[in-house]
């Protein structure tokens, strides 16, 4: 299992922009592909964004493409999230999620795959809140 912490999150008017980060512990995992998922008031879980541990391929969901980047501190095993030109619905809390399989985390962001996938690593979650 993998601990994840994650720091940003806040309120943030129409249009701006926030930076979220997550810090992984560490594993026995070779690899450790990390993404964000983020879920509204009353919402499904949305897979938005993962990275590759190995090769750094990059899968995005189409709500947030162009408008978000994930990237990642390769010796510190750190993700982050910039979000540029932040609407009201993306609102809700967004959570880092980790594991050693990159399909299931990408399928997931892509907006297919198992629903019901238990991760690595899970973390608490933190609120974006954009205001109209």
């Known amino acids: 299992e993998v601990q994840l912490a994650e720091s940003g999150g806040g309120l943030v008017q129409a249009g701006g922009s926030l930076r979220l980060s997550c810090s992984a512990s560490?594993?026995?995992?070779?690899?450790?592909?990390m993404g964000w998922f983020r879920q509204a008031p009353g919402g499904k879980r949305e897979g938005i964004a993962c990275?590759?541990?190995?090769?750094?391929?990059?899968a995005y969901a189409e709500s947030v493409q162009g408008r978000f980047t994930i990237a990642k501190d390769n010796g510190e095993r750190r993700v982050y999230l910039q979000m540029d030109h932040l609407r009201p619905e993306d609102t809700g809390v967004y959570y880092c999620?980790?594991?050693?399989?990159?399909?299931?985390?990408?399928?997931?962001?892509?907006?297919?795959?198992?629903?019901?996938?238990?991760?690595?690593?899970w973390g608490q979650g933190t609120q974006v809140t954009v205001s109209s």
């Open positions: 999620a980790a594991d050693g399989a990159w399909g299931p985390l990408a399928d997931l962001v892509q907006g297919v795959g198992n629903t019901n996938y238990r991760f690595d690593g």
């Open positions: 560490p594993s026995s995992l070779i690899y450790v592909h």
């Open positions: 990275i590759n541990d190995e090769d750094g391929r990059i």
